[in-house]
């Protein structure tokens, strides 16, 4: 049944949308497409759309998958022709199971939503921490994500300009990979992880790995530079994988010993939101995170969860 | 016949370069990647002399020695990737045969012999001669990084134009994911290794193949094998005496008479039979055999001998000799600092190959002595033991660096990092950091945070995260080194404390 309605909202949208509509809106308000519905320039209610959407107990995929649809469908992010740049975390030369990167089944099936959704071109790329080669090896999420058709490619030297920051406080100016931050979309895809410094790398976190530069040096003031950060660059969407987090040693791990199965998949608009419920898997208050409390005051997302418009699914 | 030599060359060039090019993560042929240098017959001798050991990945270089006694120097004339390449650049230059300096020609003799005295007082010498060694190391220090730098900056030329950035990207990425580095490789020392490689490139103007008549100390020992070969060079009576095969012998090989040829100088080219006028020159493996003389004074022979021990003798009494304490930090796996002098050849295969991961190895100058020059020594600053790679212990033909499995290597320690608490931010500057600590990469992580209260300046208080190292967790990988962020020196050093070598 799912799989039909995939297919019939997939391809060539524009004839679909006639004949939907002669058929009734109706039908497709209950497959939650409001990409569709929005097309036919039907106001949206809001409320009936969750901030954040909370999917436990699946297999990352059907996690993926469904954590979409609560959210209204990866249609409500990206529309056809759109290049999407799907940003995972392979910046370890490590291996699933360890949790240093995105589970790789997450990033193929986001891959997968962003083409049947008409997109052009969808790119799959980090810069790393070990050598690329391995990492984007190792974390299978090169096997995977270009099986589900994205171009996976390393990132390249030449692909960096310095870019000025308008509204970074701290962070005035960085050198940013171009190919991401011309994206037409950019999804953030992170693994929860714990890390020394700022306590846990989450959604924006991740993004430093479309930074250039010596990197090192964004850890002196990492609160407030990862939250110029992110105000910079302001994912379209951010998919929390916390299918197993890591919850010692990291952000690199390396023994299962520290590895949780959590089986968890978290997905909002607003980065600062994602993250702020992020900290509650590993039994942590939001505001324990200094920038989620810095973004939050940017306006990238609620962090008061009690406010949140939150949609929990366990399969 | 001619013909046929030229394929074999062009052939075992193209495999040469494909081992060479292989020789990068991951590792996917089953052929071991430094196959030539194991077929060199220079390289098992003097290694598995020095060695006092025999080394069984040079079974390769016995089948050589077998083909050699019988078919002379076929290796030099057919295989020798350094040997296809002075032809090579002769064949595009037009270059002619060129005068012949034949009381040179002795060199290469005496050379052996300065390089076997050297093997039986267990000093490795043979690295800066060895063809084979001296090819690998030049392609990796100069060759390879210079391909690497001019393909990386035509990319980033042509990434000013928007429209083309999405094919440089996928191209640049088929070239880093099949044999270029995926990032920018720099090497020490690779000046002089590119000033000999062009001596004996532009030595070839001088006279053809000027390195191997004169100076190869492989071709001299092949030589020495060939020296009953059956495969000779054969003139008809009916020859015109025209001279063309004097002139254009490579390897000036054949007398004035234009009949009799210095056999053992010969390299099986054919190029006399080909290009003889009257067409009454034959290779084959008829008629009379008989023994070469060699052109070897009994006073030259003692002088090299003397040179070679003398060398031997600068080199183990030098101020940083073997046995004295260096910052050297070695490869996993490498054997003990003695054993590892007497085997390692230079190659610079486990370079090459590191240089594909973490980037860590680059050739020693100076700071293991005279005798340890150009050996492969970590540099942390610049890159680091990659935690999951054992790919230098897979490459080394001699074994210097021991073959380790995942699990092993992964505890072996190479040495101990130590934090310069007069350089590091949350020691000195009450500021937080811990890039070292990220990138720890021992499951448990060797470098340990401690929240600490620190009073600033102005009298606040503040807690900040302050690392210390496990003594007994860290392996000196020395990614904490590479990836400390201050400027300059890296606040926290790798030293060999503790390392861990090989030993049979």
């Given at each position: 049944m799912k799989k039909k309605e995939e297919k019939i909202l997939g391809g060539t949208i524009t004839r679909r949308d006639f004949i939907k509509s002669s058929v009734g809106t109706a039908f497709i308000l209950s497959l939650s497409n409001f990409g569709l519905a929005e097309a036919f320039g039907r106001p949206i209610e809001e409320e009936s759309l969750p901030d954040l959407a909370v999917v436990s107990n699946g297999t990352p995929a059907l996690m993926t998958r469904k954590v979409m649809e609560l959210l209204g469908g990866m249609k409500k992010f990206v529309t056809k022709g759109d290049i999407v740049v799907v940003k995972p975390n392979i910046g370890w030369d490590r291996n699933p199971e360890q949790a240093a990167d995105t589970n790789p089944e997450v990033v193929a099936e986001v891959v997968k939503m962003c083409l049947?959704?008409?997109?052009?071109?969808?790119?799959?790329?980090?810069?790393?921490?070990?050598?690329?080669?391995?990492?984007?090896?190792?974390?299978?999420?090169?096997?995977?994500?270009?099986?589900?058709?994205?171009?996976?490619?390393?990132v390249v030297d030449t692909g960096f300009s310095m870019m000025k920051f308008p509204q970074g406080e701290v962070l005035k100016k960085w050198y940013m990979y171009k190919p991401a931050i011309e994206a037409d979309v950019l999804i953030n895809v992170p693994i929860a992880k714990h890390h020394g410094l700022p306590k846990l790398t989450l959604g924006m976190k991740n993004l430093m790995g479309i930074m250039g530069g010596d990197r090192g040096q964004i850890h002196w003031n990492i609160d407030d530079n990862l939250a110029d950060l992110a105000n910079f660059v302001k994912p379209e969407l951010t998919i929390l994988d916390a299918y197993r987090i890591l919850v010692r040693n990291g952000p690199q791990g390396g023994s299962l010993k520290d590895v949780i199965e959590k089986k968890t998949i978290i997905a909002g608009k607003n980065i600062a939101t994602v993250d702020a419920y992020g900290a509650t898997l590993f039994g942590m208050k939001p505001t324990d995170l200094g920038y989620v409390v810095k973004a939050n005051k940017f306006g990238l997302g609620e962090i008061d969860l009690n406010k949140v418009n939150i949609k929990k699914v366990a399969l | 016949m001619k013909t046929i030599r030229r394929i074999s060359q062009?052939?075992?060039?193209?495999?040469?370069l494909f081992l060479f090019l292989s020789a990068s993560y991951p590792v996917k042929i089953k052929i071991p990647v430094d196959l030539f240098l194991r077929m060199d017959p220079l390289i098992a001798f003097s290694s598995m002399i020095s060695a006092r050991a025999l080394i069984n990945t040079f079974i390769w270089a016995f089948f050589v020695l077998i083909l050699t006694i019988p078919l002379g120097r076929l290796f030099c004339g057919w295989i020798c990737p350094l040997g296809t390449t002075l032809d090579t650049v002769s064949f595009v230059s037009k270059n002619k045969a060129g005068k012949s300096y034949g009381r040179l020609r002795s060199l290469k003799y005496l050379t052996l012999i300065f390089l076997l005295i050297g093997a039986v007082f267990s000093s490795q010498l043979i690295w800066f001669f060895d063809p084979i060694a001296l090819t690998t190391r030049s392609l990796t220090l100069t060759i390879f990084p210079i391909v690497t730098l001019i393909s990386n900056g035509l990319f980033g030329l042509l990434f000013k134009i928007n429209f083309l950035q999405d094919t440089l990207i996928r191209v640049q990425n088929f070239f880093s994911s099949t044999f270029l580095p995926n990032q920018l490789t720099f090497f020490r020392m690779s000046g002089w290794v590119l000033l000999i490689f062009l001596a004996i490139i532009l030595a070839e103007f001088v006279s053809r193949r000027f390195w191997c008549r004169n100076?190869?100390?492989?071709?001299?020992?092949?030589?020495?094998?060939?020296?009953?070969?059956?495969?000779?060079?054969?003139?008809?009576?009916d020859c015109?005496?025209?001279?063309?095969?004097?002139?254009?012998?490579?390897m000036d090989a054949i007398k004035k008479d234009f009949r009799s040829t210095d056999d053992v100088e010969c390299i099986q080219c054919f190029d006399c039979v080909k290009d003889c006028p009257p067409h009454v020159t034959t290779i084959n493996f008829m008629g009379e055999k008989k023994p070469y003389k060699f052109d070897l004074k009994r006073r030259r022979v003692i002088a090299s001998t003397v040179a070679g021990l003398v060398s031997v003798g600068i080199l183990k009494t030098s101020?940083?000799?073997?046995?004295?304490?260096?910052?050297?930090?070695?490869?996993?796996?490498?054997?003990?600092?003695?054993?590892?002098?007497?085997?390692?050849?230079?190659?610079?295969?486990?370079?090459?190959?590191?240089s594909t991961s973490g980037r860590f190895l680059q050739p020693a100058f100076l700071e293991g002595g005279l005798e340890a020059m150009w050996t492969p020594m970590g540099v942390a600053r610049y890159g680091y033991c990659e935690f999951n790679c054992t790919l230098?212990?897979?490459?080394?033909?001699?074994?210097?660096?021991?073959?380790?499995?995942?699990e092993t290597k992964k505890k072996t320690v190479i040495g101990l990092a130590y934090i310069d608490k007069n350089r590091c931010l949350p020691w000195y500057k009450n500021q937080n950091c811990i890039v070292c600590q990220e990138h720890c990469p021992t499951p448990q992580k060797a470098i340990e945070l401690k929240e600490e209260k620190v009073i600033h300046f102005d009298g606040t208080e503040e807690l900040v995260k302050r690392p210390y190292v496990r003594e007994d967790l860290c392996i000196g990988c020395g990614i904490c080194e590479t990836k400390c962020p201050i400027e300059g020196r890296s606040a926290i050093i790798v030293t060999p404390q503790g390392e861990q070598r090989w030993s049979d």
């Open positions: 049947e959704c008409g997109a052009r071109k969808v790119k799959v790329f980090d810069r790393t921490c070990n050598t690329p080669s391995r990492c984007y090896e190792n974390s299978g999420i090169k096997k995977a994500a270009s099986e589900a058709g994205a171009e996976v490619s390393y | 062009i052939v075992f060039l193209l495999f040469f100076f190869c100390p492989l071709g001299a020992l092949l030589a020495f094998f060939s020296k009953f070969q059956i495969l000779r060079r054969k003139v008809k009576a015109t005496e025209c001279g063309d095969c004097e002139k254009i012998c490579k101020f940083v000799g073997r046995n004295s304490k260096t910052n050297l930090i070695r490869p996993p796996g490498a054997r003990e600092e003695n054993e590892f002098l007497d085997r390692c050849i230079r190659c610079h295969e486990c370079i090459k190959v590191c230098c212990t897979e490459v080394c033909p001699t074994d210097a660096i021991h073959v380790l499995d995942l």
